[in-house]
C-alpha cells in the first residue's frame, strides 16, 4: 500500500481544484450526459454567466473540459477523473453508512483490487437481526433465493436448512456452484450421508468446490441479489448483519469476487469426498 502514500503528492492538487469548487463540480457533472452550452448549463444549475465563463476558464486550461462548436464537454481526461472522484464520495459514504459491518470485523477476505471498488455499495441495505428476530437475516435470505435461477457461494459456515433449501432450488433447475471448506464438506457428509451427497453431485447443475485452508468471509450472489458478511476480529462468523443489494453494479463487484474463490478453489469429486471424510475421521 506504500504506492498510495507516493501518489498523495501528484493527486492531492487535481482533488483540490476538482472539489474546492463547488461551481466547477456543478459543471463538470452537468457536462456528464454529453455537450452542453453556457446557457443549458446556466438553466441546469440556476448559475450566472460570469461564475460560469471564469471557472469554465479554468476547467479547459486544465484539459478538463472542452470547447467544440460552441458548446462545452468533458475531455476524456476530465470524465476520468470525475469519476474517481464519485469512487471516493461512495467509498466513503460506504464506510458512513455500515461502520457495525467494517468495524471490529475482519474484511482481509475482499482482494486489495476490489476493496478499491467497495463504492458500489453505497445504496445497499444492512439486514441485523435482534432479540425479537434472531432469525432475521437467514428468513430473508432464503425468500430472496426462491426467486433465483443461478446461485454462486463461497462459505465457512452451515445451517441445518442450508441442504433441504438448496435441494429444492436444484428440483427447480436451479444452478448453484459452491465453494466450501473442508469443515463445511465434512458437516454436509455427516448431515444427508456420502450416499446422498454422491447422488446430489451427480445433478449436473450442481457444482461443489473446495477451498483450500480456512476462509474468513461468506457471501451468496445470484442472478438478482448479492449477499455478504464478515468475521469478527475475534474469529468468529457475525450471524447478525448481512450486507443486501440487488443493484447491478453490487452483484458484478460479487461475482468478481465469486470468481476470486472460484480460481483458488478445486472441483469435488468423488475420490476428494473419500479424502475429506478419511482426513477429519
Known sequence: ????FDLYGNVQEDLKFM??????????LCLVDGPKTSKEIKNYHGLSFPAIFSNMKRLIEEDLVQKVDGTFMLSSFGRI??????????AIKVSNNFPDLFLNHDIG????????EIGVFF????VESSRADIYKIHNNFKILLK????IFGVSPISHPDYMDIFQDLLHNDVKACLVLTDDIIKKT????GFENMRVLMENKNLKIRRYPGDLNIAFTVTNNFMSLGFFGD?????QSKDLISKKSAAIEWTKKLFDYYYQKSEEVEIDILVQIMASQS
Open 1 to 4: 500500500m506504500k504506492h498510495l
Open 19 to 28: 472539489v474546492k469548487s463547488k461551481i466547477r463540480l456543478q459543471i463538470m
Open 81 to 90: 477523473k470525475l469519476y474517481s472522484i464519485f469512487n471516493f464520495y461512495n
Open 109 to 116: 477476505g475482499v482482494p486489495d483490487f476490489l476493496m478499491e
Open 123 to 126: 445504496d445497499s441495505n444492512m
Open 147 to 150: 426467486d433465483s435461477n443461478e
Open 189 to 192: 457428509l455427516d448431515t444427508v
Open 234 to 238: 475475534d474469529g468468529v462468523y457475525d
